[in-house]
């Protein structure tokens, strides 16, 4: 059983650079790859990036590509992503994902494991 706990969150305004980390107890880390997914309000949880085992794969969704960076430590067993250039849409309740691979994925389904989410406000 692998717990995943997300921290960083809170309120940001516009234009922001917070960095979201995600800790991962239980398990071997470097045997998962790792994703991050945020839900905003009344809409589905969407695909934010996902990184491969080691840190060299890394897929990122359109809306965010070239903003976010999604990195890994596994002597720290914790993922991370820096969002920087911030907007109001960026708003959502960020959720961490391992899944039982090395390979990464960047569909909900391919996800065993899930934190808790971790809520990011972004003010214009």
């Known amino acids: 059983q692998v717990q995943l706990v997300e921290s960083g969150g809170g309120l940001v305004q516009a234009g922001g650079s917070p960095r979201l980390s995600c800790a991962a107890s239980?398990?071997?880390?470097?045997?998962?790859?790792m994703g991050w997914f945020r839900q905003a309000p009344g809409k589905e949880r969407e695909f934010v990036a996902a990184?491969?085992?080691?840190?060299?794969?890394?897929y990122y969704a359109d809306s965010v590509k070239g903003r976010f960076t999604i990195s890994r430590d596994n002597t720290k067993n914790t993922v991370y992503l820096q969002m920087n250039s911030l907007k109001p849409e960026d708003t959502a309740v960020y959720y961490c994902a391992a899944r039982t691979s090395p390979v990464v994925a960047t569909t909900e389904g391919a996800y065993l494991y899930w934190g808790q989410g971790t809520q990011v406000t972004v003010s214009s």
């Open positions: 239980g398990g071997t880390f470097s045997d998962y790859a």
């Open positions: 990184i491969n085992w080691s840190g060299d794969i890394t």
